[in-house]
C-alpha cells in the first residue's frame, strides 16, 4: 500500500503560472487536507475536504483552489502563482481514530 | 484562536539520555491531541493521538500526557537513539462547525549524538 501519494516532489514555477498538484490515497478514508509548511510557521490547513465532493476552507485558503472528485484523490490548484506560495504542501488524510497521514510533499518555489 | 507552542524548538541529548518534549496550547476546549514526527525532507508520521478524556498514552519507548486544564501535553523519550534525531511535532484538534482541524506547533528539532 501507498499510502497517500503527491506529485511532483519538486516543482520551480515564474510568478503568474498555474499548476496543480496531485494527492492521492489507498486508505478509503473520507478526509482529506491540505497544507503548507513554512519556516517558523508551522503547518497551515489551506483547504479539507470531509468527504467526496464537498470541501471547505482552512486558515490560508487565499490563492488556492482545490478539487475532490473522487475519494481517492484531492487536488491543490495555484491560479496564478507568487513568491509568497513558496512553501513546501503536504496532504493529508485522517482515519476513524482521527489519527492523520501525510504524504511526502511537494516543494514548490515561485520566482 | 487556538495557539500551540514548542519549547525548547532544539534540543540535543548523548545517547541513551531519557528526555521531555514540551507543547502547551491556549485552549483547553480541544477534542484530542496528537504527535508528529518529521524527518528531514519528509512527511510527517503519527506517533501517538490522546482523546481529550485520556491522560496518556505509550507506544514502545514514547510516552505522551494530556492536562487538558492547563493546557500541557509532554512527550517522554526513553533511552534516546541517535535515530530518534528528528523534529518532533504536537498538533491539537479542534471541532468546528465543518468537521475537526488540526492546529500545529512548530516542533522541536531533537538530536541525539553518539
Known amino acids: 500500500n501507498a499510502g497517500v501519494t503527491q506529485t511532483p516532489k519538486f516543482q520551480v514555477l515564474k510568478t503568474g503560472q498555474s499548476m496543480t498538484l496531485q494527492c492521492a490515497q489507498d486508505m478509503n478514508h473520507n478526509s482529506m487536507y491540505w497544507y503548507r509548511q513554512d519556516p517558523g510557521m508551522g503547518l497551515r490547513l489551506i483547504y479539507y475536504?470531509?468527504?467526496?465532493?464537498?470541501?471547505d476552507k482552512g486558515e490560508v485558503p487565499n490563492g488556492y483552489n482545490v478539487s475532490r472528485l473522487n475519494k481517492r484523490e484531492f487536488s491543490l490548484r495555484l491560479e496564478s502563482a507568487a513568491p509568497s506560495q513558496t512553501s513546501v504542501y503536504f496532504c493529508?488524510?485522517?482515519?476513524?481514530?482521527?489519527?492523520?497521514?501525510f504524504g511526502p510533499g511537494t516543494r514548490l518555489t515561485v520566482l | 484562536k487556538q495557539e500551540v507552542t514548542q519549547i525548547p524548538a532544539a534540543l540535543s541529548v548523548p545517547e541513551g539520555e531519557n528526555l521531555v518534549l514540551n507543547c502547551s496550547f491556549t485552549?483547553?476546549?480541544?477534542?484530542?491531541l496528537q504527535w508528529f514526527r518529521q524527518d528531514p525532507g519528509k512527511g510527517l508520521t503519527s506517533l501517538l493521538l490522546?482523546?481529550?478524556?485520556?491522560r496518556e498514552q505509550t507506544s514502545g519507548r514514547l510516552n505522551a500526557s494530556l492536562d487538558k486544564s492547563s493546557g500541557r501535553s509532554t512527550l517522554y523519550i526513553a533511552a534516546s537513539q541517535p535515530g530518534d534525531s528528528a523534529t518532533y511535532l504536537c498538533?491539537?484538534?479542534?471541532?468546528?462547525?465543518?468537521?475537526?482541524?488540526?492546529?500545529f506547533g512548530t516542533g522541536t528539532q531533537l538530536k541525539v549524538e553518539l
Open positions: 498538533a491539537v484538534y479542534i471541532l468546528t462547525g465543518g468537521g475537526n482541524k488540526l492546529t
Open positions: 493529508a488524510n485522517r482515519d476513524r481514530t482521527d489519527t492523520q497521514y
Open positions: 490522546i482523546q481529550s478524556s485520556q
Open positions: 475536504s470531509a468527504s467526496e465532493g464537498t470541501t
Open positions: 485552549d483547553s476546549a480541544i477534542y484530542n
